[in-house]
């Protein structure tokens, strides 16, 4: 079994990184524009949890995307 090298081990943890981190500021702008944001509120109200709750799903998919690129990149190399 062929043990990855350094260098797409540096591109699965960036891409995850930048994947994360883009897919909760994504959450967070859609969490803004429907009214639900996380950081306005004061306190643990629903609207607060809702607009936590869409950066938890954007960090997700965030992460999620960025590993369907690494799978597509690996693909199209093979």
Known sequence: ???PGTRELLAEGVS?????????????ALGQWLG?????EPGYT???MAG???IALG???GKWAA?????GR???RK
């Open 1 to 3: 079994m062929n043990r």
């Open 16 to 28: 995850d990184a930048l994947g994360f981190v883009v897919g909760g500021l994504a959450g967070w």
């Open 36 to 40: 639900f944001d996380f950081f306005a």
């Open 46 to 48: 629903p609207r607060a």
């Open 52 to 54: 936590l709750a869409l």
């Open 59 to 61: 960090c997700g998919g």
């Open 67 to 71: 590993l369907r690129w690494r799978r």
């Open 74 to 76: 690996a693909a199209s």
